[in-house]
């Protein structure tokens, strides 16, 4: 079946300019989350959809970021006014609800790698 | 949240058995203990996870010590596809949150 997608596959934009990374989770899956993943770091946990509930917004590293998910399943990661070290690659991952030892598999998308210049 | 510590880097031959450590001395009693791994240029991709009891699928075995301290990801027989960065991930399954905080990991090469 298909998995988690995320696009676009690479974005180059210039500092100061906003950007949208899009994820489409697996159907189905009603948990959501956003990563940051820096070059030769590990995943840097950002922002936790489930259902209709609010938000995590924890990891989120300023009020230049910002995400939503709408009806349940599309996401949208949005920096504003975006800096140089917002570059890194932004991954996003989907999972059935519940903490069950079963279901608790996190499905990640390929990533966006995002080049601010 | 509870903290994970791993070796940057370890090397294994092909087709011998791997044993990847983690230490997690400050886990609570409703974490579990989560791998996964990321192949060169991609997403990470689920390994096994675990609470108490010794765990074993088609990819790997989950050893955990008995006071859960730390546990060893086993991979039987090492193959080339296995190169990738192994993360030791605990998620607690308790509090109401669902936050898996991943480290640095351990980058394992695989010799041919």
């Known amino acids: 079946g298909a998995g988690v997608s995320q696009s676009p596959s690479n974005k180059v934009t210039e500092k100061g300019k906003d950007v949208e990374l899009r994820c489409d989770p697996i159907s189905g899956h009603t948990a959501l989350y956003w990563y940051r993943q820096s070059l030769g770091q590990g995943l840097e946990f950002l922002i936790y959809?489930?259902?209709?509930?609010?938000?995590?917004k924890s990891g989120l590293p300023s009020d230049r970021f910002s995400a939503e998910r709408t009806g349940g399943s599309v996401s949208t990661l949005t920096i504003q006014r975006t800096q140089q070290e917002d570059s890194a690659v932004y991954l996003c991952a989907s999972k059935k609800a519940g903490g069950q030892l079963s279901t608790d598999t996190q499905y990640f998308g390929p990533g966006t790698r995002l080049t601010v210049l | 949240d509870a903290k994970t510590t791993q070796p940057n880097s370890m090397e294994s031959n092909e087709e011998e058995p791997v044993h990847l450590p983690c230490n997690h001395s400050?886990?609570?009693?409703?974490?579990?203990i989560h791998w996964y791994r990321q192949l060169p240029s991609q997403g990470p991709e689920y390994v096994i996870h675990?609470?108490?009891s010794n765990v074993n699928n088609r990819m790997a075995s989950l050893a955990i010590a008995e006071d859960r301290k730390s546990s060893t990801l086993i991979l039987h027989r090492a193959t080339l596809r296995d190169a990738a960065v192994y993360y030791c991930?605990?998620?607690?399954?308790?509090?109401?949150?669902?936050?898996?905080?991943f480290g640095t990991g351990t980058r394992l090469k695989v010799l041919a």
């Open positions: 675990g609470l108490t």
């Open positions: 959809f489930q259902g209709n509930s609010a938000p995590d």
């Open positions: 991930i605990l998620r607690d399954a308790g509090a109401g949150t669902y936050k898996y905080i």
């Open positions: 400050t886990i609570s009693g409703t974490d579990y």
